[in-house]
């Protein structure tokens, strides 16, 4: 009885989507929250300070959210014309915004009314970020212009008129108090620095840029224009390192994760792709309602909110870890109840006798154990065990089909349970890695009913069910065959070609060549 | 296009074309149809009184129209009136119209003459006219224009007496005072000036929208214990350009606010309004709003302070025409213009079309929130007045008649003859305009291959759906295209689709041709039209072998089982068969349920035949129980 072997339950890799980190990762957030702002949501900014509140650029107003409230609770709506891009400071005490009128306006979280006004552009200004000193403004406007502001005298230090259409994204170093980088209608992404009055690199992109984002250590640049995303090596003076087009409409905002492994990008069709800034595939993709306008990943990814164009604000908090943790847990056993003894060193004429480790058997184990096949059998014919884990129930099939007593497990049932076996053939017969298993099941189960076949309807309906299902699947067999027809075509002509190449070889005189190879 | 709703062109013009009702009696209703011409109606017997085509109709439409107010009663002899307005006439003015254009001057008409009575153009606007009220008893006239000024015009000389910059944006409202001391203008925000320094009074918030719209709606403060002086206290209702919401201000002693008291919701924007004045305290304004869905709504308010919530209309009119015959659903009659009565109990309502309004007056005394007025307008159609008559003849068509319309060659246009005048409302108010409307034409357009058109429309976007949902990786996108299961559209779309994307989709397709047999038919029809059409390209791929080589593999698998697959096929079909024939015998108890064959023993024993027989027959009852039993399983 000790050598009882539990059934060994085959399992069957699934060719396709797999589920990776990133997609555990990615997915664990709750049910988005949605906010109805007052026009499209242009900008998300989060402040890098605690509470991580976020400030929400929409119409002619700035909301400021806390982190869980879905009411703003602080708005700035002092603005004649459409706001742009409020962004906070590095202390996240200070707030600035452009505005369609041409004006940048400074805010303090704490006040109402703007702390200074720069005058200056004569158009809408689409972009303002502080410089990492915390003393600077640079803002771009769609005068071609980008300026640079000092906050403590409210002056106009530098202008730069090196773009030549509209300048609608910018970002400052987060290093270095003198760089930053703006992107323009012009295709070109220019690095400009404060000292030389000059941008002293510039990239084209080859579509109008809409969003610029630097890396933390300032080495890569990303830009996003048109349908791609393109990353710049800034240290190989502007080298093109990759070039993604994972969309199908324009990209619009990028963001990158605060781990700095993931680089995210949200787009006017409706998704927002997660890339890895190792390979730079895609490891995930959100879905959203509209198209997105602004994207923004809080603090340790906590919650990612993202703009839309009608007005909606999608806020997505990550599920929190301590639910499950607050759970009673059992109290087990003390630590030094598992290694009493261990300790104890053999004397001379000690003989050590191993207890055997409990081997711990499934229920169905258990049954065949005792060879209770029908009891087994029906036990994984049960609804929650064949829609979870159908391959235990063909592994049991299997294995009762092996010690050849599938007929008898299959034989003496009523017309409730002969149905349900019926439905699961159904189900998974046309499943390729179920289907020999399943097959001959089909074939004991036919033979051991055919005397009693068209007394229950329910079961001849079943067998119908399952006639149909066998034809499709002679069907679709046959369609394969033929394809498979073609493909041997096609890889032959593949191989007569490699057999061609090296008769020319020959022809052309390398007649070693020939020998090498055949 | 002749349907009504004047300003269609412009998102923001005031809808509707200008029209109102003469002052005091309502005896005419002005209106200035789009087409330039300037008709005016009977409300009694709804009879054209008259028809005046400007001679600058199409350059300069009549933007505004004022009827001036009428001081003496109508009851004089037109040759008085029209002796008297020729003179210098300085209070009866009753018969003149102020016509204010898109060019920025202003016709004065004297409906008596039926002819024009003069022109105020020099030194006034040069862009269009907005609106034009005339003083009650100065024979004044104010006008405001999208120039931004406001212009004050002395109507006997024809000359500017003032013109001020009355905004930053287009002037399109203006409004006098009960007592003739301040005037009211309205851009998208509301000032009240005094008429005597032209200075700003107050300010007031305004729409969001240009104001189409100004009225007083009281002309006694509603507080009488302090001392009036003319404008502090009183009320004032204002209506925009796509706006649902009528406010109401009060002008207060103290400047602060600005905002507005209350407002009026209705279900449209308002298209034209009228009001009668609440003289005391305890009278409720009674408000008539016309919107542009047609709905008249009526609102009955005593004006007493501020008010939070928008107030909805007490009563609300509508008209249709009666379901009759095949053509049951009834349709609505759109309402043009409504204006109360004298008596204040009844309201003049204008409906119908533009070029052949129909005016009923209605009473007012239901207290139904909701009154549906059933009008039949087609009996009326017929012009009454000679001169309203359009010289169009709806050409007389028979079935074999083509008629080439504008469009797109090669579509065979089906046409119906024209609907003969006299049948709906819809058509009629086309056909008035003798032209046929772009949505008529649309209409006619009858593409007789609706079809085939979306199938070409389909396979034009098909490769660019299935482009960009491989290149995004769009589940949505991808099951609409890849589940079609015309195998014509296959064909097509994978001839246009790009050779880039060739790889991706074999990749898709494999990942779908694991599925179910019902999808991954489709996805088979989709893998062998790639094959046969892009197998050139294939070739040439150097990796075709690792590419393709998954796929191969899986197909390969699951073609494995198509031996035993057919094997259990077979046993199927028997059993169906099987069961369909026992279901067959049990509907229909078969009559020969005899032995086909009947074994019998010769006895060598002497046996009475009687026996004999009984022994036979048991024999064959029990052959015949086999057989069935063999025949039903």
């Keep these: ?518 | 296009m002749a349907a009504g709703g004047g300003g269609s062109g412009d998102p923001l013009a005031p809808a509707g074309v200008p029209c109102a009702f003469s002052p005091h009696s309502q005896a005419y209703f002005a209106l200035a149809s789009t087409d330039g011409h300037l008709r005016v109606w009977e409300t009694a017997s709804n009879r054209l009184h008259q028809e005046y085509v400007p001679s600058a109709h199409l350059s300069g439409t009549c933007t505004c129209l004022a009827w001036a107010p009428a001081r003496l009663q109508a009851k004089e002899s037109p040759q008085r009136k029209k002796r008297k307005s020729e003179a210098v006439g300085t209070s009866n003015q009753t018969d003149l119209l102020a016509l204010g254009t898109a060019v920025g001057s202003i016709l004065l008409y004297s409906t008596v003459k039926g002819e024009l009575h003069s022109k105020l153009i020099s030194g006034g606007h040069d862009n269009r006219v907005n609106c034009i009220q005339w003083h009650q008893d100065s024979g004044c006239l104010y006008s405001c224009s999208d120039d931004k000024h406001i212009v004050e015009w002395n109507v006997q000389a024809c000359k500017v007496k003032c013109k001020w910059k009355g905004d930053n944006s287009s002037v399109s409202s203006l409004c006098i005072s009960p007592d003739g001391k301040m005037l009211l203008s309205a851009g998208r925000t509301i000032k009240l000036w005094v008429l005597e320094t032209k200075e700003v009074y107050r300010h007031f918030t305004g729409h969001a929208t240009p104001v189409s719209s100004l009225m007083f709606t009281t002309i006694r403060p509603p507080n009488e214990s302090q001392p009036f002086d003319g404008i502090t206290g009183l009320y004032f209702l204002s209506g925009a350009v796509h706006d649902r919401l009528l406010n109401v201000w009060q002008v207060r002693s103290e400047n602060k606010e600005k905002s507005a008291v209350m407002s009026f919701t209705v279900t449209d924007e308002p298209v034209y309004i009228d009001l009668t004045l609440s003289e005391n305290k305890e009278e409720p304004v009674k408000l008539a709003v016309v919107c542009r869905d047609g709905q008249v709504h009526l609102f009955e308010h005593i004006l007493n302070g501020y008010c939070k919530k928008p107030l909805t209309s007490n009563c609300t009119i509508q008209i249709a025409t009666p379901g009759k015959g095949k053509k049951s659903t009834p349709k609505p009659i759109p309402i043009l213009a409504a204006g109360f009565c004298s008596d204040k109990m009844s309201l003049l309502l204008v409906y119908g079309s533009w070029f052949q309004p129909t005016i009923e007056r209605v009473a007012l005394n239901s207290r139904e929130p909701h009154m549906c007025l059933v009008r039949d307008i087609s009996n009326c159609w017929a012009p009454k007045v000679e001169t309203a008559i359009t010289k169009v003849r709806t050409p007389v068509m028979n079935s074999e008649a083509k008629v080439l319309v504008p469009g797109i060659p090669g579509h065979h246009a089906a046409i119906k003859p024209a609907p003969p005048q006299t049948e709906q409302v819809e058509s009629k108010r086309k056909s008035g305009g003798n032209e046929v409307s772009i949505e008529e034409r649309l209409g006619a357009m009858d593409i007789d291959t609706p079809k085939k058109g979306k199938d070409d429309l389909q396979t034009n976007s098909f490769p660019v759906l299935l482009t960009q949902g491989l290149e995004s990786n769009d589940f949505e996108m991808l099951n609409k295209v890849l589940q079609t299961r015309n195998v014509n559209l296959i064909k097509k779309t994978v001839l246009r689709m790009p050779l880039h994307t060739v790889i991706p989709l074999l990749q898709e397709l494999t990942k779908r041709l694991q599925g179910h047999p019902n999808s991954a038919v489709l996805m088979v029809q989709w893998l062998k039209c790639v094959l046969t059409v892009h197998a050139s390209y294939l070739s040439t791929l150097p990796d075709l072998v690792p590419q393709l080589g998954t796929l191969y593999q899986l197909m390969e698998s699951r073609v494995k089982t198509f031996q035993k697959l057919s094997h259990l096929h077979g046993k199927l079909i028997l059993l169906i068969t099987q069961v369909t024939a026992s279901e067959k015998t049990k509907g229909a108890p078969s009559p020969g349920q005899k032995a086909k064959l009947v074994y019998e023993e010769e006895s060598s024993e002497e046996e009475s035949d009687d026996e004999i027989a009984d022994k036979d027959s048991e024999v064959s009852d029990l052959f015949a129980v086999c057989t069935s039993a063999c025949i039903s399983s």
């Design chain 1, 1 to 518: 009885m000790a050598g009882y072997k539990p059934v060994a339950i085959q399992t069957y890799p699934i060719l396709g989507e797999k589920i990776t980190q990133d997609t555990l990762y990615w997915n664990n957030y709750k049910t988005p929250v949605q906010i109805k702002e007052f026009g499209a949501v242009s900008k998300v900014d989060f402040s890098p300070q605690p509470p991580y509140n976020y400030a929400v650029t929409a119409s002619s107003r700035i909301h400021i959210y806390g982190r869980y409230s879905q009411e703003p609770i602080k708005t700035f709506s002092r603005f004649k014309d459409t706001a742009y891009c409020a962004t906070f400071r590095q202390d996240g005490r200070l707030l600035v915004a452009g505005s369609e009128d041409g004006g940048v306006q400074l805010f303090d979280i704490s006040g109402r009314a703007p702390l200074r006004q720069f005058e200056g552009h004569t158009k809408a200004v689409h972009t303002v970020d502080f410089t990492a000193d915390k003393y600077h403004v640079v803002s771009g406007a769609d005068d071609y212009t980008v300026k640079l502001w000092d906050i403590p005298n409210s002056k106009e230090i530098l202008t730069f008129k090196e773009h030549s259409d509209y300048v609608r994204c910018g970002c400052a170093s987060k290093l270095n108090p003198d760089l930053f980088i703006t992107g323009s209608y012009d295709h070109t992404v220019k690095m400009f620095d404060a000292r030389t009055n000059t941008s002293v690199l510039s990239v084209e992109h080859g579509q109008p840029v809409e969003s610029v984002l630097l890396f933390p250590s300032g080495g890569l640049l990303v830009s996003a224009g048109g349908r791609y995303v393109k990353v710049w090596d800034m240290l190989k003076g502007g080298q093109l390192l990759v070039s993604l087009k994972n969309h199908h409409k324009t990209v619009t905002c990028l963001c990158l994760s605060s781990s700095g492994q993931r680089l995210l990008s949200g787009s006017l069709d409706r998704k927002v792709k997660v890339y890895s800034t190792t390979s730079y595939k895609v490891v995930h993709s959100f879905d959203y309602a509209a198209s997105i306008l602004s994207l923004a990943l809080a603090h340790e990814d906590e919650t990612i909110v993202v703009g839309m164009t009608n007005g909606i604000l999608s806020v997505k908090h990550r599920k929190s870890e301590a639910k499950k943790e607050s759970l009673p847990r059992r109290r087990r056993p003390a630590y030094r109840t598992f290694i009493k003894g261990k300790n104890y060193m053999k004397q001379r004429d000690d003989i050590l006798i191993n207890r055997p480790a409990k081997k711990h058997l499934e229920l169905y184990d258990r049954d065949l154990k005792h060879f209770r096949i029908s009891k087994a059998l029906d036990r994984v014919l049960d609804p929650t065990c064949t829609t979870k884990t159908p391959e235990i129930t063909v592994s049991i099939i299997k294995e009762l089909n092996r010690r050849g007593v599938l007929a008898n497990a299959l034989a003496g049932r009523d017309e409730k349970e002969i149905s349900h076996v019926l439905n699961f053939l159904i189900r998974h017969l046309s499943q390729p890695r179920f289907a020999p298993v399943l097959i001959n099941a089909a074939e004991i189960i036919i033979d051991i009913y055919l005397p009693v076949i068209g007394q229950s309807p329910v079961v001849d309906k079943k067998f119908l069910l399952l006639q149909g299902l066998v034809e499709k699947e002679i069907d679709y067999q046959r369609e394969l065959l033929e394809t498979l027809g073609m493909m041997d075509m096609l890889f032959a002509t593949m191989r007569r070609k490699e057999g061609t190449s090296v008769l020319e070889h020959t022809s052309d005189g390398f007649p070693e060549n020939k020998k090498i190879e055949s």
